[in-house]
């Protein structure tokens, strides 16, 4: 894999710039917020991944390596390709996604073309493990809270709530613990109860 390119930047496009290394101008398909970082005639790196089909070679790049790495993550979940996971960092900030992930966050998802509702839980049931925790953040899931967050859900969607009424839950109650160590998950189911109880 081709993990970054630094050289001189020839020419910068609305989707994505050309970079001269080597005497070989290599195209790399960008988001505008990285393109916003690139100057032409100046020095650039970026952090890239390149995404082979049978019709395709594409190399996509980012200002940084954690841009590349969550544009990689997103692809592991369901249905999610190169251009739907570079349309979500188009529109947020890596943060920004890991924080709507690990908080269960659909509405700010959403925004993303091309993501409804369902695909925006799926992301949230698939990933919410994977994306670890969004330094000085609040109200997102850290990491090893992550395995109560799936025991609630799993138990609120049992006990015959929707997936999309759970994630709201849990995140609610994510953001109620305001940093502080989980209590046992009983103790957090029944917080999660309660909060949906207000919201019927």
């Known amino acids: 894999m081709i993990a970054s390119v630094r050289g001189l930047v020839a020419a910068v496009g609305p989707d994505g710039a050309v970079i001269e290394v080597g005497g070989v101008g290599l195209a790399v398909s960008c988001t505008p917020h990285t393109l916003a970082g690139l100057r032409v005639g100046a020095e650039a790196r970026l952090a890239t991944t390149l995404v082979v089909r049978e019709d395709s070679l594409t190399l996509y790049g980012f200002a940084d390596d954690d841009a590349r790495e ?3 993550l997103l692809q592991t979940a369901s249905g999610v390709g190169p251009r739907l996971a570079q349309a979500v960092l188009a529109v947020h900030t890596p943060d920004t996604v890991r924080r709507a992930i690990a908080g269960g966050d659909t509405a700010t998802l959403t925004r993303v073309p091309g993501i409804g509702k369902k695909g925006a839980e799926r992301l ?4 919410r493990d994977k994306v670890g925790l969004v330094p000085g953040s609040e109200g997102a899931l850290p990491a090893a809270g992550a395995a109560w967050a799936d025991q609630v859900k799993q138990a609120l969607v049992g006990l015959g709530w929707t997936a999309g009424q759970a994630d709201q839950a849990v ?5 109620s613990l305001d940093g502080q160590p989980a209590p046992p998950v009983p103790q957090l189911l029944k917080l999660a109860i309660r909060m949906l109880g207000r919201t019927r």
Do not use: G, K, S
């Open 124 to 127: 949230v049931l698939e990933l």
């Open 171 to 175: 995140a609610a109650v994510a953001e």
């Open 70 to 72: 969550l544009f990689e």
